[in-house]
């Protein structure tokens, strides 16, 4: 899928998106227990970019946790967005944020950060090139020694393993009520429309993208997610 494609298909799910992964929860919330304390030594007053935010979960829990803190929002489906911004107001914490509907390359100048978050979205950029510019953009919004928290579904797709796993991952999704449909559209979504690659690639392109090595600090089933620190 390209970028429009992508865009579009979250456009169609975010009314429904948080009630759809609700019962998958439970490996957000252990990501965002680690992601807290990838992130502890960070100033009280941090600037925190948050790309391909969603509908907000990373950026409410850090901000529930650091008073502090101020983040940038940004994400390409508008109603995506606009669930996040409404969740913002509802929390409290609208002041502390900067939302930007679009993709990182059309941000406008708000000054370098001292961390970012990007979660399950490189995954969806197939070409490799494009994958590490799009890594390389975050770098450029990163204070030199700023931390990256990123993740995406990876696994080795002609390993054994990788059937172990993905039959492991459909049958959760199963029992979190995913409609037949959409796991099957998800199957033929991770063969054809998202690229999964061993682990130790994606860290690659990370590296090679201005970060200096990309340590996996988690993994639940297909989700692997590093920590990386600009160079």
């Known amino acids: 899928m390209n970028q429009e494609e992508v865009t579009a298909l979250f456009d169609k799910q975010a009314a429904n998106y948080d009630a759809q992964w609700a019962k998958t929860a439970p490996i957000r919330d252990c990501l965002h227990l680690l992601l807290a304390s990838a992130f502890a030594d960070l100033p009280k007053d941090a600037q925190i970019l ?133 796991m099957e559209r998800m199957r033929n979504a991770y063969a054809n429309d998202v690229g999964v690659l061993p682990p130790a690639r994606v860290a690659s392109f990370i590296q090679s993208a201005g970060f200096e090595l990309s340590v996996e600090f988690f993994q639940a089933g297909l989700i692997h997610a590093w920590l990386s620190k600009r160079t």
């Not at 409410?60 to 489906?77: I, Q």
């Not at 606009?82 to 059309?106: P, T």
């Open 50 to 182: 948050c790309v391909g935010v969603g509908t907000g979960d990373e950026l409410f829990y850090l901000a529930s946790k650091n008073p502090g803190w101020r983040f940038t929002a940004v994400e390409p489906s508008g109603p995506m967005l606009g669930i996040c911004r409404q969740r913002a107001k509802k929390e409290g914490v609208a002041s502390r944020c900067v939302f930007h509907e679009g993709y990182l390359d059309s941000l406008s100048a708000v000054g370098l950060h001292d961390a970012a978050t990007c979660f399950l979205v490189s995954q969806f950029i197939l070409d490799h090139s494009e994958r590490i510019r799009f890594f390389s953009g975050i770098a450029e919004n990163l204070k030199p020694g700023g931390l990256l928290a990123s993740s995406d579904l990876a696994s080795d797709v002609e390993s054994r393993e990788y059937d172990v796993l993905l039959h492991a991952w459909m049958n959760m999704m199963s029992a979190a009520d995913i409609t037949p449909e959409a």
